[in-house]
């Protein structure tokens, strides 16, 4: 800063320093403002330290609850969903169709809160560093691939041209390929929600610099502008009337998973012109 006379640009999650004192550690948000005194002189420099061991510490108390509430409630939705097949299946014959289809509405719900008590103990896995990584050196192809293949019979019922896109010179990328085909298959599932018949969805791969980058575009909805920002943190959907759209934590977990892999991910859109998410994985 004072050399160029310029704030540093770094992502938030990189603002942060950590001093140990004894057992414990402390930490501090810092932002670093360069001020120039005398035209032509060496800039001054401003640094504001904030306390945020407290935040911090409530951060890894709220994660270790919700993992340990995710874990508990798996046994007894278990047996919930036991329970409610074999009524169901005893019940055939013996109920009208209105009643029945109530036994289908409880599956579908027992379901939906198992897939969200699965996502919520990956995300808090993912943030305490216990969720195991299997770096190996993937072709990008081969990540893209694996994560388009599985939505062409989707896109073709809904009418969505589905469109893939990946020079065969890239290098491969150190990466867990498991863990990056669920993120792109979370933004390919996402784009396709937001996507109306004979629109586009396209993945594609380029490099730049010492990075790999990763697209998924669409020409659908759009994202607007004020929830951009906040799109990659817990619980943010963009429709909360649209049921299909889980509990808005498949972004969160997907930013975890790349930050995992000293990578960024961000979106750009334009309500009503459509959507691109940029996975970036070091090379």
């Known amino acids: 800063a004072m050399k160029t006379g310029e704030t540093p640009v770094a992502a938030h999650q990189n603002r942060l320093l950590t001093v140990p004192r ?8 810092y932002s670093v403002t360069p001020v120039e005194s005398t035209p032509g002189a060496a800039a001054d420099v401003v640094v504001v330290l904030r306390d945020v061991t407290r935040l911090r510490e409530l951060d890894r108390l709220k994660s270790e609850f919700v993992m340990m509430a995710s874990h508990e409630l798996r046994t007894p939705l278990t047996s919930i969903e036991m329970s409610v097949r074999l009524l169901h299946e005893r019940a055939e014959g013996r109920l009208d169709a209105s009643c029945l289809s109530l036994f289908d509405v409880a599956e579908e719900e027992i379901v939906r809160l198992k897939h969200l008590v699965n996502e919520l103990l990956d995300l808090t896995k993912i943030e305490s560093g216990k969720i195991e990584m299997q770096f190996h050196a993937v072709a990008p192809e081969v990540l893209l691939q694996h994560a388009v293949e599985p939505f062409r019979p989707q896109a073709s019922q809904q009418d969505v041209e589905l469109l893939l896109d990946v020079p065969s010179n ?39 610099g010492h990075w790999l980058h990763l697209y998924v575009r669409d020409d659908g909805a759009g994202i607007p502008h004020e929830k951009q920002a906040a799109i990659f943190s817990k619980f943010v959907q963009l429709d909360a009337s649209e049921r299909a759209g889980g509990a808005g934590l498949g972004l969160a977990i997907s930013k975890e998973i790349v930050r995992a892999h000293g990578g960024h991910i961000w979106v750009e859109s334009e309500p009503g012109h459509g959507s691109v998410f940029t996975v970036a994985l070091p090379l």
Request: no cysteine; hydrophobic share 35%.
């Open 170 to 208: 890239l290098p491969a990328v150190r990466a867990d390929p498991g863990k990056i085909t669920w993120v792109l298959t979370n933004l390919l599932g996402n784009a396709l929600r937001y996507t109306g018949r004979g629109g586009h969805i396209a993945i594609s791969a380029e490099q730049a």
């Open 22 to 29: 004894g057992q414990t550690q402390s930490y501090y948000e």
